[in-house]
C-alpha cells in the first residue's frame, strides 16, 4: 500500500506569508496528488488536482507542484481565511489515501 | 446543483453492521461516469478513504478496510450505500459521501458528513 507523509504536521505563520507544505508519496504516483482544505467544522474542500491544477474557484494565491514522490502545496501570501488543515491525497489506480493532514494558524 | 445527503444510525453497537446511504439529488447516479464514494474522520483526527464505487459497478477498497466494507448503488433511488461490518469504537467518526470526477478521482462535492458513535 502506498502511504502518504505530509510535513510540518503543523505550522503558525503570518498574514503576508508564503507557505509550503511537503507531501511524499511511499512509492512513485506520478501526478496523481490533490490537495483538500478543511476548515474548522467544516466539509474538505477540493483546492488542487492533478498535483498542480487549481479547482474551479479556488485563489490564485494557492498552487501545487510535484511529480512522483515529492509534492508541495504553496500559499503565496497567506490570508486570515486560509487558517485550515490541508491534507494531500493520492489516487492512481482508483485506489486513494489521505495524508496525516497539516494545520495552519495565524501567528 | 449537486447535492449529497448521508443517513443512517447515529449509534451502532459494537460487533453489528453500519449502514449508511447517500441520497444524490440534483443529477443521476448512473448517468455519466462518475465515482461516488465514502470517507471517514474520527473525532478530532485526519481524512480515511473508506472505498468508491464506480457508475458501473465496480468497487475499490481501503486495503485496511476491506474484509468489513460493502458498497453498493441502488440507481432506482439514486441512492448509494455504506456497509461496515464487525464495528469498534475505532469505528466511530464523521462519515461523508462525495462525488469524484471521472478524470481525476478526486472528491468535488461532499454530502454535509454523518457522525457515528460505536457503543454499548
Known amino acids: 500500500d502506498i502511504q502518504m507523509t505530509q510535513s510540518p504536521s503543523s505550522l503558525s505563520a503570518s498574514v503576508g506569508d508564503r507557505v509550503t507544505i511537503t507531501c511524499r508519496a511511499s512509492?512513485?504516483?506520478?501526478?496523481?496528488l490533490a490537495w483538500y482544505q478543511q476548515k474548522p467544522g467544516k466539509v474538505p474542500k477540493l483546492l488542487i488536482y492533478a498535483a498542480s491544477t487549481l479547482q474551479s474557484g479556488v485563489p490564485s494565491r494557492f498552487s501545487g507542484s510535484g511529480s512522483g514522490t515529492d509534492f508541495t502545496l504553496t500559499i503565496s501570501s497567506l490570508q486570515p481565511e486560509d487558517v485550515a488543515t490541508y491534507y494531500c491525497q493520492k489516487y492512481n489506480s482508483a485506489l486513494q489515501a489521505f495524508g496525516q493532514g497539516t494545520r495552519l494558524e495565524i501567528k | 446543483q449537486l447535492q449529497l445527503q448521508e443517513s443512517g444510525p447515529g449509534l451502532v453497537k459494537p460487533s453489528e453492521t453500519l449502514s449508511l446511504t447517500c441520497t444524490v439529488s440534483?443529477?443521476?447516479?448512473?448517468?455519466?461516469?462518475?465515482?461516488w464514494g465514502w470517507i471517514r474522520q474520527p473525532p478530532g483526527k485526519g481524512l480515511e478513504w473508506i472505498g468508491s464505487i464506480y457508475y458501473s459497478g465496480s468497487t475499490y477498497y481501503n486495503p485496511s478496510l476491506k474484509s468489513r466494507v460493502t458498497i453498493s448503488v441502488d440507481t432506482s433511488k439514486n441512492q448509494f450505500s455504506l456497509k461496515l461490518s464487525s464495528v469498534t469504537a475505532a469505528d466511530t467518526a464523521v462519515y461523508y459521501c462525495?462525488?469524484?470526477?471521472?478524470?481525476?478521482?478526486?472528491?468535488?462535492?461532499w454530502g454535509q458528513g454523518t457522525l457515528v458513535t460505536v457503543s454499548s
Open positions: 462525495a462525488r469524484h470526477s471521472p478524470t481525476d478521482i478526486v472528491a468535488t462535492e
Open positions: 512509492q512513485g504516483i506520478s501526478n496523481y
Open positions: 440534483g443529477g443521476s447516479i448512473s448517468s455519466s461516469s462518475y465515482y
